[in-house]
């Protein structure tokens, strides 16, 4: 089993938990996860963190190697669970038209659907939301598609993370 980190669980580690300048232990201890094949990036969730512009952007492109950026836009069985996905949000009455555009133009269901191919989890800060929300979350297309999510204290915990 592998994990696969989301766009907001590294945004949030960087800007509240673990900021560059206070806890640069924590960064170093993500590469090493991430060069032993424990962690990964897709390269959805490379291409929204490249798309900024801040310390979070120069420590992708200088610490994670290319060939550790996982391609599933390429990869057939990735792209047939997306498909399956896009299939679940789009005909559920529940979430609203603009709240299914956004959900499907981001990383996260490249996530579920990488997951759901590869039998790995979801490392993310998103959670359930309450009754009546119309908004597609990871946590509830992971769970109707059959795929783990932890927060990043989760992995943290499993992968016996001693910063």
Same mark, same amino acid.
């Given at each position: 089993? $592998?994990?696969?980190?989301?766009?907001?669980?590294?945004?949030?580690?960087?800007? $509240?938990?673990?900021?560059? #300048?206070?806890?640069?232990?924590? =960064?170093?201890?993500?590469?090493?996860? +991430? @060069?032993?094949?424990?962690? &990964?990036?897709? #390269?959805? *969730?490379?291409?929204? /963190?490249?798309? !900024?512009? #801040? !310390?979070?952007?120069? =420590?992708? $492109?200088?610490?994670?190697?290319?060939?550790?950026?996982?391609?599933?836009?390429? #990869?057939?069985? +990735?792209?047939?669970?997306?498909?399956?996905? &896009?299939? %679940? %949000?789009? @005909?559920?009455?529940?979430?609203? &038209?603009?709240?299914?555009?956004?959900?499907?133009? *981001?990383?996260?269901? =490249?996530?579920?659907?990488?997951?759901?191919?590869? !039998?790995?989890?979801? *490392?993310?800060?998103?959670? /359930?939301?309450?009754? !009546?929300?119309?908004? *597609?979350?990871?946590?509830?297309?992971?769970?109707?598609?059959? %795929?783990?999510? %932890?927060?990043?204290?989760?992995?943290? $915990?499993?992968? @016996?993370?001693?910063?």
């Amino acid at each position: 089993m $592998r994990y696969l980190l989301d766009t907001n669980a590294l945004i949030t580690a960087k800007n $509240r938990f673990y900021a560059f #300048d206070i806890l640069p232990s924590f =960064w170093s201890w993500l590469e090493q996860v +991430v @060069h032993r094949g424990e962690c &990964a990036f897709l #390269d959805a *969730v490379a291409d929204e /963190i490249k798309a !900024g512009d #801040d !310390g979070l952007v120069r =420590w992708i $492109r200088e610490k994670i190697p290319q060939a550790s950026i996982l391609k599933t836009k390429q #990869d057939e069985y +990735v792209f047939a669970q997306y498909r399956e996905i &896009a299939e %679940v %949000v789009y @005909h559920d009455p529940i979430f609203s &038209a603009e709240n299914k555009e956004q959900f499907m133009s *981001v990383a996260d269901p =490249w996530l579920i659907a990488a997951g759901k191919t590869w !039998g790995d989890t979801i *490392v993310t800060f998103e959670t /359930i939301p309450g009754n !009546g929300s119309k908004k *597609v979350k990871i946590p509830v297309i992971a769970q109707r598609m059959g %795929v783990r999510v %932890v927060d990043l204290y989760q992995m943290m $915990r499993e992968l @016996h993370a001693a910063l």
